[in-house]
């Protein structure tokens, strides 16, 4: 059984920063995919991110690609959630997600097993 807890979700104006941490218990949560979802009111699911075990391997949802950076500290048990220039889509609780079967199908909310209990991202225009 895995834990997530996320953080650093908050308030901030259009074009600021901001990090999200996951922080995960296992002893087995370095080889798992990790993943980022966000959700916004009325909107479905969507695939922020995902980081794959050796952290050497990164993917993107086409709305984020080149303002969010996700990295991971397997010593650490985390995994994080770097974003610049956010803007007021990105308003959402976000989700951080773990796949102990490392599956292909990162993008897919079902790949997942694992899931945190969300924060909340606000970007005010």
């Known amino acids: 059984q895995v834990q997530l807890v996320e953080s650093g979700g908050g308030l901030v104006q259009a074009g600021g920063s901001l990090r999200l941490s996951c922080a995960a218990s296992g002893r087995t949560f370095s080889t798992y995919t990790m993943g980022w979802f966000r959700q916004a009111p009325g909107k479905e699911r969507e695939f922020v991110a995902a980081?794959?075990?050796?952290?050497?391997?990164?993917y993107y949802g086409d709305s984020v690609k080149g303002r969010f950076t996700a990295s991971r500290d397997n010593a650490k048990n985390a995994v994080y959630l770097q974003m610049n220039s956010l803007k007021p889509e990105d308003t959402a609780v976000y989700y951080c997600a773990a796949d102990k079967y490392g599956s292909s199908r990162y993008q897919e909310f079902r790949a997942y097993e694992y899931w945190g209990q969300g924060t909340q991202v606000t970007v005010s225009s």
């Open positions: 980081i794959l075990w050796s952290g050497w391997s990164t």
